[in-house]
Nanobody, 115 residues
Framework: QVQLVESGGGLVQPGGSLRLSCVSS????????MAWYRQAPGKQRELVAR???????NYLDSVKGRFTISRDNPENTVYLQMNSLKPEDTAVYYC?????????WGQGTQVTVSS
């Protein structure tokens, strides 16, 4: 059974930082592209950051320079370091593992940026 479990979300003030973690089980994480998506109320889910099996990363334009995705394959974990957070970053953040036709999702973690 494949599971992706996110953690690290919460309430933070504008300008603050959070680090999200996603621990996977039931898959060999190192052979999957891993990604973070987010979905704000009333909006479509969007890709925030993605890291390939060789470590190449790409980002949503609005988070470039503020967010960093990384992976720890032996620990089956992917991280999203989020700095200089803005109210518009408020959303539920989802972890995703993708390989060919296989596509797995976590349950999401809420990130709220507010003063």
């Amino acid at each position: 059974q494949v599971q992706l479990v996110e953690s690290g979300g919460g309430l933070v003030q504008p300008g603050g930082s959070l680090r999200l973690s996603c621990v996977s089980s039931g898959i060999i994480t190192r052979i999957y592209a891993m990604a973070w998506y987010r979905q704000a109320p009333g909006k479509q889910r969007e890709l925030v950051a993605r890291i390939t099996t060789d470590g190449s990363a790409n980002y949503l334009d609005s988070v470039k320079g503020r967010f960093t995705i990384s992976r720890d394959n032996p620990e089956n974990t992917v991280y999203l370091q989020m700095n200089s957070l803005k109210p518009e970053d408020t959303a539920v953040y989802y972890c995703n593992a993708q390989r060919a036709y296989l596509d797995f999702w976590g349950q999401g973690t809420q990130v709220t940026v507010s003063s």
